[in-house]
């Protein structure tokens, strides 16, 4: 099992959950607001204004056979071209257990 979490452009969330939708065995989602900045973002440049921009994060506890699909599905998605586009990131995750 794999917990993948994403934190992607605010304005791609609903084309995401498009693409997650079309995805057979989706096991569901968290969704939360972030706020960061990525390289170069406390450059002199940045000094005078807030270079903390508004993002979301995605977590998404996945079983392995199925962190390809999610990933391919973002990457796809989220994907503009431009500086601070988002990242993804896959760890392992040693146990789940419902309440």
């Known amino acids: 099992m794999k917990l993948i979490i ?3 452009r605010p304005f791609m969330l609903e084309k995401i959950l498009t693409a997650f939708e079309n ?3 989706f096991p569901g989602m ?3 607001d972030a ?6 973002a406390r450059s002199a440049a940045y000094n005078a204004l807030d270079p903390f921009k508004p993002n979301k994060r995605l977590e998404i506890a996945v079983d392995d ?3 390809e699909t999610i990933v391919a599905a973002i990457r796809e998605n989220c994907h503009t071209g ?4 988002g990242i993804i990131f896959v760890l392992p995750v ?6």
Request: proline share 0%; no cysteine.
């Open 6 to 8: 994403a934190i992607v």
């Open 23 to 25: 995805i057979e065995g």
């Open 30 to 32: 968290t969704v939360t």
């Open 35 to 40: 706020s960061g900045y990525g390289r170069g």
């Open 65 to 67: 056979q199925l962190v």
């Open 82 to 85: 431009k500086k601070g586009d």
């Open 94 to 99: 040693e146990n789940a257990i419902l309440i």
